[in-house]
């Protein structure tokens, strides 16, 4: 028997074509906007590096040019405390005059906004966060260009995004894609960058943000070839240990950072507690962070700036035991005084440099030299301290070159990751998000919506009325205490003619309906949802938001006909399903 034509009705579903993915022509749109986005955030990490050398030489030698200079050389001690104090009041006037959205690393403010700011970053943000940094950098502040940069970068991505009215997803694809290219573009590490932008910033895996993402990232670095030369940031004549001894060394120098990044975490926010006790205005904290930094700098010169240059020693084994022992104690100390002080600048270089330093200080007594173990000590730092332990590899091996110390940097990251996720509740960089009420879960998963059909949660041959029913026995059904709120009218053969409902009937019965009537004709213009087996529940969840209906009817798309029904409770079964799987023994 043939199934009678379904009412017309708006809110009938395609049968579904069930992909992989959901990418559709709008990726090639975002891919194309990407181009124009990593160029823009290559230009602004090379802005921000001519910002931070013009600042470096107005501060410390008084001319206006744009060379690499070193700080603090010849400087008398006077000097030496003043300047990051100076550079640090100017930062906390901007802040409270400029942009408060300035203050910090950089990295936690581009999360929130991608999370909670619908993407959205203001054209003062991208003039004066690289400004602002550059000032705290190029005075002596003990911070690196990256977490400023991915500001910056994702400030162009989400302005452009924002010039076009794109949607707030699609602002998040070209914020993060010019944050990574930003991030390419000061260190060299594409592969890294695309990663961190997975691991940190995304917050999703899919095709329509993730090969935008790699097309900025890769235009950054052939533009960064064009200015800073081709080759790694830091390269180095290293020889990798190998065999079962150096991997496991490996993992155990990682325990040691993932409890040293755990520590740093807490030392900082603890300091940042400690300063907003303090009865002053927070726009003159930075000026109490710059003299802690000054006067560390009078203990050791090295701990003044991003300290690039203390890398590169770390990894040519030029330090001795002491003066890595005092590198890495004072500007622990200087950086976490100065970061919790709230002025402007990233944590990633000051992270790579004490990482390195314990590194190199267990190099000492380990096989290959302090290089080598400063180099896998920089990948377990970034783990730990990031939660981004795909990152932390790859990056310290981009940065030197040496890729055949992937499986050393891997065992490194994966023992301070472990060691992190299971002893600090949140990273370093989420924990300033979370003390503004916002819990972020950095984990990712399939969403159980996403992963199930229809057919998995309905159920299946549910009761359902007669078409030819009379009004008068539909309202007796109910009055007399029928088990649902709702049932499927359906024709002789099956076919969905509409849904009835207690409000329906009790509707009936004060409007003074004909009781003499046949359902089919009260209902013959009604319109109502349906959906197949073989819809997603994600979009049943839609559909129920859409029309308000708290019960679907399931039909088969081969005859019509009535083989389920779906309501909200029914939703919850996926999830339950997955949580299961996950606590329940086998």
């Not at 000051?350 to 290959?368: C, D, E, H, S």
Request: charge should be neutral; proline fraction near 6%; aromatic fraction near 6%.
């Amino acid at each position: 028997m043939s199934v009678a034509p379904l009412p017309p009705s708006h809110f009938a579903p395609d049968l579904p074509s069930l992909r992989d993915h959901t990418a559709d022509h709008r990726m090639v749109v975002l891919a194309l906007a990407a181009l124009v986005v990593g160029a823009g955030g290559a230009v602004g990490a090379w802005v921000l590096l001519r910002l931070i050398a013009l600042a470096t030489n107005l501060f410390w030698y008084g001319r206006l040019s744009v060379d690499a200079v070193p700080m603090a050389a010849g400087s008398n001690p006077a000097m030496i405390v003043l300047m990051p104090v100076l550079g640090s009041v100017i930062v906390g006037l901007m802040a409270r005059y400029g942009s408060e959205k300035i203050r910090g690393h950089g990295i936690p403010e581009a999360i929130e906004t991608i999370l909670y700011g619908e993407s959205r970053l203001s054209l003062k943000v991208a003039i004066l966060k690289p400004l602002s940094s550059a000032i705290s950098i190029g005075s002596g502040g003990p911070f690196g260009a990256e977490g400023p940069i991915i500001m910056t970068g994702g400030a162009i991505g989400s302005l452009f995004a924002q010039r076009f009215h794109l949607s707030a997803a699609e602002r998040k694809t070209l914020l993060v894609s010019g944050a990574a290219a930003g991030m390419t573009a000061i260190f060299g590490t594409p592969l890294a960058a695309v990663l961190l932008a997975v691991e940190v910033l995304l917050f999703e895996w899919k095709p329509r943000s993730f090969v935008p993402v790699v097309l900025a990232c890769l235009v950054a670095h052939v533009l960064r070839g064009g200015w800073l030369g081709a080759g790694p940031m830091f390269p180095a004549n290293l020889t990798m240990p190998a065999g079962f001894w150096a991997l496991a060394a490996a993992l155990g120098l990682g325990l040691l950072q993932g409890a040293m990044a755990g520590l740093l975490s807490s030392a900082l926010y603890r300091v940042e507690d400690g300063f907003h006790r303090l009865p002053v205005h927070w726009m003159w904290w930075p000026a109490i962070g710059g003299l802690v930094v000054g006067l560390g700098a009078l203990i050791d010169p090295h701990v003044l700036g991003a300290g690039y240059a203390n890398i590169q020693a770390l990894l040519d084994g030029a330090m001795g035991a002491r003066a890595i022992a005092l590198l890495l104690a004072v500007k622990a100390t200087v950086w976490l005084v100065a970061l919790g002080s709230g002025t402007s600048g990233g944590v990633l270089a000051p992270l790579l440099m004490l990482g390195g330093a314990l590194g190199a200080l267990a190099g000492l007594w380990l096989p290959g030299g302090e290089g080598v173990w400063a180099m896998i000590g920089m990948a377990g730092i970034m783990s730990g301290a990031m939660r981004a332990p795909l990152t932390g590899a790859l990056f310290a091996a981009e940065l030197t070159g040496h890729f055949e110390a992937l499986p050393l940097t891997l065992a490194c990251a994966i023992g301070a990751y472990g060691v992190s996720v299971l002893v600090m509740r949140r990273s370093i960089l989420t924990e300033k998000i979370a003390r503004r009420g916002r819990h972020i879960r950095q984990e990712y998963s399939v969403d159980p919506l996403e992963m199930f059909q229809v057919e998995r949660i309905m159920t299946p041959a549910p009761q359902t009325m007669a078409d030819t029913m009379l009004v008068s026995d539909a309202m007796a059904f109910f009055a007399d205490g029928a088990w649902h709120r709702s049932y499927p009218v359906v024709n002789a053969a099956g076919g969905l003619v509409g849904m009835v409902s207690r409000g329906d009937a009790l509707h009936w019965r004060g409007g003074g309906m004909e009781p003499g009537l046949c359902l089919r004709d009260v209902l013959s213009d009604v319109s109502e949802p349906y959906v197949w087996p073989q819809t997603p529940i994600g979009a049943l969840a839609d559909l129920i938001l859409e029309t308000g209906k708290g019960r679907i009817p399931v039909l088969s798309p081969s005859d019509g006909r009535v083989v389920g029904m779906v309501t909200r409770h029914d939703l919850l079964k996926a999830r339950q399903a997955v949580r299961a799987d996950e606590r329940l023994p086998a």
